[in-house]
């Protein structure tokens, strides 16, 4: 069994159920799948980073679509201005002792837009246009017919496969085949996420050699 693509993965799930007729009930057991795990375990490709611009005169940056929290925010400079994130009662407090700064040293999440983008306030209001890096968590990249593969089903079939099932033996409310499947579902997170953590802590140490040649 291969389970590279949405097409595998709906195939995979429509042989359990015995059923051919259930499109739009898989795309939505794919869907809490992804919402489970993307505010779960906060995936490497869910990690983006994204550059722009703040308009001077202007205290508030509009994160993308999509993104589920900022990480850090760094304004250009000489050095780069890494942005301290506080409360927004303590960025108004100093903002008036900071006022006409050329760059932001403060920060705080403030809201979301109509359509969903979080707003980001920064004191001081820099004067003039400044350039921005933000880095940032993202919801995963869905999989769809249209989007055939994504980083999750690549590096954990095995979790969408799963979780189809318990979702699948709920909608069908069959809270005993559910139980079933719950556990190697959530032993499958739980294997993923020692694996997202072994690629950020275990890449190696620097060693340091003494002078001479290479042993």
Request: glycine content about 8%; hydrophobic content about 40%.
């Amino acid at each position: 069994m291969t389970l590279a693509t949405y097409t595998e993965l709906e195939g995979a799930v429509n042989r359990y159920f015995r059923r051919t007729d259930r499109a739009t009930q898989v795309q939505d057991w794919i869907k809490l799948v992804e919402l489970e795990v993307g505010r779960t375990l906060d995936l490497r490709a869910q990690q983006l980073v994204v550059t722009g611009t703040l308009s001077g005169g202007s205290d508030i940056l509009e994160s993308p679509v999509g993104i589920l929290y900022p990480h850090q925010l760094v304004f250009d400079g000489s050095p780069p201005i890494n942005i301290n994130t506080v409360p927004i009662t303590q960025g108004e407090e100093t903002a008036w002792a900071a006022a006409g700064q050329a760059a932001p040293f403060q920060a705080s999440v403030w809201g979301v837009t109509s359509d969903y983008k979080t707003q980001i306030r920064v004191w001081p209001t820099p004067p003039a246009n400044i350039g921005y890096t933000l880095y940032y968590t993202s919801t995963i990249a869905p999989l769809t017919p249209a989007n055939a593969t994504n980083y999750l089903l690549f590096v954990a079939a095995d979790v969408y496969l799963y979780g189809c099932y318990v979702h699948g033996e709920l909608y069908d409310k069959n809270r005993e085949g559910a139980a079933v499947w719950r556990p190697l579902y959530d032993e499958q997170v739980n294997n993923l996420r020692k694996v997202e953590w072994k690629a950020r802590a275990k890449v190696g140490r620097i060693h340091v050699r003494p002078r001479g040649s290479t042993p």
